[in-house]
């Protein structure tokens, strides 16, 4: 059984929790910093298994874990797994989201946490693993946006059109033009 | 409508979406917490609303503010709402939700039940998906009951996405409601080979994770999983597959056997690690279970050495952890095999991933010898230096410690070298709790080896020079602890007594059980000098230490610390009953010197036999032996002694009394109480005292409690001189800067080597079994145990009363009927009538409780309530009692009935595993699918 799946940045702040046996907020938060300060003391050329932290598990449980660039993915999971295979599953899970973000970065997680957890749905279902073969993952989560699509169409388009122009960050946008270097262009004006 | 509609819109406009309240966090670095509750304020307005996209949007909010840490309980009845949406989109954001922060102990779940039951129903594969992820996270027993058989017709459904999330939702529905798993097995079971591989490898995992817990119960499934182990080319579910074998063998040897063979092939063949460890893993757990009786078993250890030899040399970490980790199962039943390559585990103990090197310590423990312990421990030793972090070495020292001490010093040859690392190691900084670690096992060694004491006692008395001298604190002050007791204990084989007292005499404040160790045992040393000047007639002498204690305990007596005041007022008293003494002794000496020269020879030898240093002496006499860890529990319980019975008797309530009675008591009973009482404490006469003494004497004689003290010592002090001692080579030990003083014994054991021949001869009785070691001094291994009580007796385990798993624990071996199914779930129903009258009974407990209570002091005046909660109580008990015996009638007469044809399934099952496992090996399949866990990093920006 899985009984905990984290993603954290290297500074520890959370960007999905999934518990799969209750615990309340704050100890869930202090679930996540102690995995945290567990996991990011390891150098990134050390082996990949952890004997569990105190708070979640025990003797019996392991963590398991992968770090990309910004992010750590934590699996905490019993001796029924095979601490391989969730090495695998990791790899699934995060080639997945690659595929649905299209190459993936700590941002598209920050801002679609629900997809995320979406995606996550179609890996692991209630600590038990649902299914690993990524084609069969991707065509359920695009036929599921579909289905949102489809409904979606009429009902939220003005809020589709005020997001987009929240988006779209005027003054930013303005201050990121670049106006060519005037005395260079003049240089650059050769009789 | 539509204008109400477009205004909606139109007010939503203006709402934070997800993205906006994710952006306004991250804008608002410095005053976060602020910025979070004015959204929660927002969020709450947007709950108001009728519309539900509104409450939607605020509920997909409210799970991101959730993972920061925020508790959304209050929300429950809006996520509720938004739950029952009729739009996908809101519904996923109500469920995801609901998963996050619902749990099986919500009473909103109530309000779920026939929501989520129209939900599996659905039309939509997704709609029904949706609800079993969801449900999966928070089904409670009520729900798991109401729903478990709408999902268990789920597993039949004809989408195999429902399928397999069906199946896995039903071991949720087990765990909860373990009544269910006896029909739903038989459907389980089909799922085992179902035609969708992903609802197979769903259900392997369900079966898995009931057989891990219970693995009895599905023995029969055995030869479903062969074969599915010999014809699937799914990894995931092979490993699982293997793994619930590694689970099943321990109870049933002949399926090990048969195991072997495919497994094995497996290994050679598979290219997956992953697939490859596991297979490694149930072959080693099969050769626990059969440890004897295969006639190629030790070409299969040695297979899986081979291989785990070969993970363990791979430039992957994780590989290498994990062949230490199977490496140390096959440590405990096959040492020998592991021993040989003992290289590769030194060479881990170098590693630089700190989880590799723990995993190396542990197998350490299965390598040692009497020959390599020295060497492997002066290689930890460096370790020890080299390290850092605090996890690793207290990991180390413990180890180290465990190492020379398994097996009641069994390898140790030299205890002098094994003191001095001890030494060496209080002198290294740790975690708080390794000093007391240190300071017990030195206690241990020196009390249980005897020819060690000199030497130990020398080497205490060396750490607290260091003590004192240094301002600068060099030694864990634990190990002081053992010091200055051994220093005390030990006293005789001190060489410079006086020295020792006043090193210890000079003590800083040091935490209280120390400081009272310290006084107590200046004592024992004070005494033991003592003895020496009082024969010597050096009075001057002992009243100079008799006013430097008296000095130093002044300040004792000034601790906060209770102990500490006790120990040295009591010491003050005796140093100053001594003082007064020796006073008098000296006058009266001073007296006889000049009152006469001719002394009288006999007075005198009285005298010295009579010395006040033999007094206090005997203090402090008597032979401490070790107590064995579980000495208490086996301590047996007298046969007069009845914890249930009452001490005092309680007051009556019986029903036959009657109320006048009650009042009366009312009145009377103070004065009664008072006559009793002085019937009772009558002063108790000189003859009754003594008959008491007496029979608590002959108690005593017989109570394993007391320590006996003249028969057992007089038992030891014949062992003691039946116990050889070795010659020690005192070379008085230098310490060389940068060298660990241990170092040196690896040097003189090379030169022993060549005086061997000759010391051989003197120690001809000793001759140990292992001819190139060196005879070890004895070690003490008796304990002090109880009467009738043995060390081997194990304490029955208890199993933990809250695992859920217990439950599960069913026989589905007996087939169920469609009868007794009926009958059962009558029964199940009453049962649950009665459950409910049982739990108005039970808030109407708590009062009665409370009246017993003031019953017991004051005379029930409410008699009548009590006797109808009484009668209430044992009417449902009998119900119960009906129950329980109606069951057993049924399953008794099932069994009956069933027992020929199990009889004769057995026997075909049997004959199938045969076939199957003939045809097995011909046509397995090289399996296809997961690689070793690959290394890419994924463009990340």
């Known amino acids: ?191 | 409508m539509a204008l109400k509609k477009v205004k909606c819109n139109i007010e939503r406009m203006f709402d934070k979406s997800l993205t906006d309240l994710v952006r306004g966090i991250r804008n608002n670095k410095e005053n976060e917490a602020k910025y979070i509750s004015q959204c929660m304020e927002d969020i709450k307005l947007e709950l108001r609303q009728d519309n539900l996209s509104v409450k939607s949007n605020a509920i997909a909010k409210l799970t991101y503010l959730q993972m920061l840490g925020y508790d959304i309980s209050w929300a429950g009845f809006n996520i509720i709402e938004v739950m029952s949406s009729s739009k996908f989109t809101l519904k996923r954001i109500g469920y995801l939700a609901a998963s996050q922060s619902f749990h099986c102990d919500s009473e909103l779940l109530m309000l779920t039940t026939n929501m989520i039951r129209k939900e599996l129903n659905s039309q939509n594969q997704y709609e029904a998906g949706l609800a079993l992820t969801s449900l999966s996270c928070y089904v409670s027993t009520d729900l798991a009951r109401d729903l478990s058989n709408d999902i268990l017709t789920l597993l039949s459904s004809t989408k195999p996405y429902i399928r397999k999330k069906a199946v896995l939702m039903m071991y949720k529905v087990f765990l909860k409601y373990p009544e269910a798993l006896r029909p739903a097995f038989p459907r389980l079971k089909e799922k085992l080979e179902d035609p969708d591989p992903g609802v197979q490898s769903a259900a392997v995992n369900v079966v898995c994770e009931l057989a891990r817990k219970n693995p009895k119960n599905y023995l029969s499934l055995a030869p479903v999983f062969f074969k599915l182990m010999t014809t699937s080319t799914n990894n995931w579910m092979l490993i699982k597959i293997i793994k619930l074998f590694g689970a099943l063998t321990p109870l049933e040897p002949r399926l090990g056997k048969k195991l072997i063979e495919p497994l094995t092939n497996l290994i050679h063949s598979t290219s997956a690690m992953s697939l490859l460890y596991e297979c490694i893993n149930t072959v080693i757990a099969v050769l626990i279970s059969i440890s004897s009786g295969m006639p190629n078993h030790a070409a299969s250890i040695q297979l899986c050495v081979q291989k785990l030899r070969i993970l363990i040399e791979d430039s992957d970490q994780n590989l290498k952890y994990l062949g230490l980790l199977a490496m140390s199962k096959i440590l405990k039943t096959h040492p020998k095999s592991v021993q040989a390559h003992k290289d590769l585990v030194l060479q881990c103990l170098e590693d630089k991933d700190e989880s590799i090197r723990l995993r190396a310590l542990d197998l350490l423990y299965g390598m040692v010898s009497k020959k390599n312990l020295m060497e492997i421990v002066k290689k930890l030793m460096v370790h020890m230096d080299k390290a850092e972090g605090t996890i690793y070495r207290d990991e180390l020292l413990s180890k180290i410690i465990l190492i020379c001490s398994q097996n009641n010093y069994q390898f140790i040859t030299n205890f002098e070298w094994y003191v001095t690392v001890l030494v060496d190691l209080a002198q290294m900084e740790f975690g708080s709790k390794q000093g007391h670690v240190i300071s017990s096992q030195l206690m241990d060694v020196s009390v249980r080896v005897e020819a060690i004491r000199p030497f130990a006692v020398s080497e205490m008395a060396d750490l607290l020079n260091y003590y004192t001298l240094n301002s600068q604190f060099m030694v864990m002050q634990e190990v002081l602890y053992a010091a200055a007791y051994l220093c005390g204990e030990f006293s005789i084989h001190l060489k410079d007594p006086e020295k020792v007292l006043k090193l210890m005499l000079s003590y800083k404040p040091l935490p209280q059980h120390i400081e009272a160790v310290f006084i107590h045992n200046i004592l024992k040393l004070f005494a033991h000098i003592m003895e020496k000047y009082e024969l010597e007639e050096q009075y001057d002498e002992i009243l100079n230490l008799c006013d430097l204690i008296m000095n130093k305990l002044q300040d004792s007596l000034k601790s906060i610390e209770l102990e500490v005041q006790e120990r040295s007022s009591t010491c003050m008293t005796i140093v100053e009953i001594v003082k007064e003494e020796i006073e008098l002794k000296k006058q009266n000496a001073n007296k006889q010197i000049i009152d006469s020269d001719e002394m009288d020879p006999i007075k005198k030898e009285k005298d010295a036999g009579n010395t006040l240093a033999a007094d206090l002496l005997q203090l402090f006499q008597g032979e401490l032996n070790p107590v064995a860890p579980k000495a208490q529990k086996k301590v047996p319980i007298p046969e007069d002694l009845d914890l249930d019975s009452w001490i005092n008797e309680p007051i009556e309530e019986s029903e036959s009394e009657s109320d006048a009675e009650i009042t009366e008591n009312i009145f009377v009973n103070s004065e009664r109480n008072g006559g009793d009482n002085k019937e009772k404490y009558k002063e108790p006469t000189e003859e009754d005292l003594r008959k008491n003494r007496e029979a608590r004497k002959h108690e005593q004689l017989h109570n394993p409690h007391y320590l006996k003290g003249n028969n057992s010592f007089d038992e030891d002090s014949e062992k003691i001189e039946n116990i050889p001692i070795t010659d020690l080579e005192l070379n008085i030990p230098l310490k060389v800067p940068g060298q660990k003083r241990s170092d040196k014994y690896l040097k003189t054991k090379e030169d022993k080597k060549h005086k061997k021949k000759s010391r051989k001869k003197k120690h001809k009785s000793e001759s140990s079994s292992d001819e190139n070691v060196e005879a070890a001094p004895t070690v003490r291994r008796e304990f002090d145990m109880p009467e009738g009580a043995t060390l081997s007796d194990s304490d029955s385990s208890r199993g933990n009363e809250n695992d859920p798993h217990k439950a599960l624990n069913i026989e589905l071996d007996i087939p169920s009927m469609n009868d007794y199914n009926e009958e059962q779930k009558q029964s199940a129903d009453e049962y649950k009538k009665k459950k409910f009258k049982k739990k108005t009974e039970k808030e109407r407990k708590p009062k009665k409780s409370d009246k017993y209570k003031k019953i017991k002091n004051v005379p029930p005046k409410d008699g009548m309530l009590v006797s109808l909660d009484e009668d209430l109580n044992s009417k449902t008990m009998e119900v119960n009692d009906e129950i329980i015996e109606e069951k057993k009638e049924i399953v008794k007469e099932e069994k009956k009935l069933k027992k020929h044809k199990k009889d004769k399934k057995e026997k075909k099952k049997d004959k199938e595993t045969k076939t199957k496992s003939k045809k097995s090996t011909s046509d397995y399949e090289e399996p296809l699918g997961i690689s070793t866990p690959s290394k890419e990093f994924l463009p990340v920006q």
């Open chain 1, 1 to 191: 059984m899985i009984k905990a799946i984290l993603v954290f940045n290297n500074h520890g702040k959370p960007r999905l929790s999934k518990f799969y046996q209750y615990f309340p907020e704050d100890m869930q938060q202090q679930i996540i910093k102690e995995t945290f300060q567990l996991v990011s003391k390891r150098d990134d050329n050390v082996c990949n298994f952890l004997e569990g932290g105190s708070l979640i598990g025990g003797s019996d449980y392991k963590l398991i874990y992968r770090h990309y660039a910004t992010l750590y993915f934590v699996f905490c999971v019993d001796s029924s797994e095979s601490e391989l295979g969730i090495l695998d599953l990791i790899q699934v899970f995060v080639e997945t989201l690659d595929k649905c973000f299209e190459n993936v970065c700590e941002l598209d997680l920050i801002f679609h946490v629900d997809k995320v957890h979406y995606i996550l749905n179609e890996l692991v279902m209630g600590g038990m693993v649902l299914e690993t073969n990524m084609t069969e993952i991707l065509t359920r989560i695009e036929e599921q946006n579909k289905l949102e699509k489809q409904e979606v169409g009429i009902i939220a388009a003005p809020a589709r059109a005020v997001s987009a122009v929240k988006n779209m960050n005027i003054p930013q946008q303005i201050k990121d033009i670049k106006l060519p270097d005037l005395p260079q262009a003049i240089k650059d004006l050769k009789f």
